[in-house]
């Protein structure tokens, strides 16, 4: 059985961080190609970044230079560091994963989600 357990979510000031982690059981991170979503209230998901099997990494660009995306194979773990947090951060995270080799990234479509973790950023 997949699972994507993450972890590391809350509320934080803004100029503040966060690590997101994203574990897996089940299913092996090598190889796959990873993202991390967000969804605020009334707002539509939006991809937040991705890293690709051969660690090729994207970021939006609202977030690009505040966040950085990682994975450590030897603990089949996915993080998602974010730093310079903004009120308008705020939002649902999710890490989503799906085998998709070389440099996916984004990923047509991911099969294996995370539960999702709030993170609240205060002003």
């Not at 993202?35 to 977030?63: H, L, M």
């Amino acid at each position: 059985q997949v699972e994507l357990v993450q972890s590391g979510g809350g509320l934080v000031q803004s100029g503040g961080s966060l690590r997101l982690s994203c574990a897996a059981s089940g299913f092996t991170l090598v190889g796959s190609s990873i993202a991390w979503f967000r969804q605020a209230p009334g707002k539509e998901r939006e991809a937040v970044s991705c890293i690709s099997s051969d660690d090729n990494t994207k970021y939006a660009a609202s977030v690009r230079g505040r966040f950085t995306i990682s994975r450590d194979n030897a603990k089949n773990t996915v993080y998602l560091q974010m730093d310079s947090l903004k009120p308008e951060d705020t939002a649902v995270y999710y890490c989503a994963a799906d085998n998709w080799y070389g440099s996916i990234c984004p990923a047509p479509s991911y099969a294996n989600w995370g539960q999702g973790t709030q993170v609240t950023v205060s002003s």
